[in-house]
């Protein structure tokens, strides 16, 4: 395997690049460099998982350098369309992430409880908005005040990129990790733990929905526990 130089950060729905601002440091100090990008669905209620997978893409071309991507929960979809068939990625990482194969949406149907959190508001023109314990459901684990601040900065994530299915599912191209988070209110553990079997090294932290927030250190020396084995 080509040793990677970069990482690629991804983060979630409702978030932005900002999710890693205190994050990058860390890894930088740790001998990489880390890039990050802002997916078009937080806050655009018109753009779509295919909008934030070209982000992604364009990204990796403008940064040839051989590079694995991380994706933070949403953030799975987008880098499992986005990077794959990509020349200079390496590896995926998912992060209490959705880990799709082709033809799989976050969600099939908005109306749907199973689906849906009770935590959850879904307005078809709007966007899809937090409507209540977002620093429980996120941030369960992180120091209060980012918690509260994290909480402050969410956006209304598009509804279009919650239904539309990939079409392309990177992790079956290329060396692949997943972290479950154990304490995890937004994507339970035990469906990580379905999705993980996808994966060619899976490892477990107990933290809540955002571990580079909360165990930001654990969670870089997963990445790069991860790299060894790709």
Known sequence: MTRPTELLLVHGAWHGSWAFDAFVPILAARGWTARTVDLASAGSPQADLHDDAATVRRSLDAHPAPTV???????????????????????????????????????????????????????PEAGVTVAR????????????????????????????????????AAWRQLPSAYLVCDSDRCLLPDVQGTLANRAGYVDHLAASHSPFLSQPHAVAQFIESAITRF
């Open 133 to 168: 314990d977002a620093e429980a459901v996120f941030y369960g684990d992180c120091p209060p005040d980012v918690a509260e601040q994290s909480a402050r900065r969410l956006r209304p994530q598009s509804l279009r990129s919650f239904m539309t299915p990939v079409t392309a």
């Open 69 to 123: 991507v991380v994706g933070h929960s949403y953030g799975g979809y987008v880098i499992s369309e986005g990077a794959a068939g990509a020349p200079n990625v390496v590896g995926t990482v998912y992060l209490c992430a959705g880990m799709p194969d082709v033809g799989e949406p976050v969600w099939t149907d908005f109306t749907d409880p199973l689906q849906v959190g009770p935590w959850i508001t879904v307005d």
